[in-house]
């Protein structure tokens, strides 16, 4: 398995045919304090959070309604959900790592059910 450090980087996401559909900022939360910590108490989010491991989530005491991608070992997409605040997210027994946004912006991005994408450069 695929394991980060806390901090930043850029979420690559890939075309069925290899090429680049988005390049991302990301912010990477690998540590558990970073992970429980996560998007509570911010008003907004410039690109996208990775939590890892996790395979669920939830959106208790958060602001703003978020995109939810649920990534398996080989980063492949398997599921997207937006959720509004106060909810608490179904575990996904496969999922091994999450990938959050601001509401909208996965669509926008090209990220859905089988994406593939890539973490680069984490410093």
Do not use: C, K, Q
């Amino acid at each position: 398995m695929v394991r980060w450090r806390d901090g930043h980087g850029e979420l690559v996401v890939l075309r069925p045919d290899g090429g680049v559909s988005a390049r991302v900022p990301l912010e990477v939360a690998a540590s558990y304090r970073a992970r429980t910590r996560g998007l509570l108490g911010r008003d907004a989010l410039e690109g996208a959070l990775l939590l890892s491991p996790a395979n669920s989530i939830h959106t208790f005491r958060m602001r703003m309604p978020i995109d939810v991608a649920y990534l398996d070992r080989r980063l492949r997409v398997l599921a997207v959900r937006t959720m509004p605040p106060g909810r608490l997210g179904r575990p996904r027994v496969r999922a091994r790592h999450v990938v959050e946004a601001e509401a909208g912006a996965m669509a926008g991005w090209g990220i859905g059910v089988g994406t593939v994408v890539e973490v680069r450069a984490v410093r």
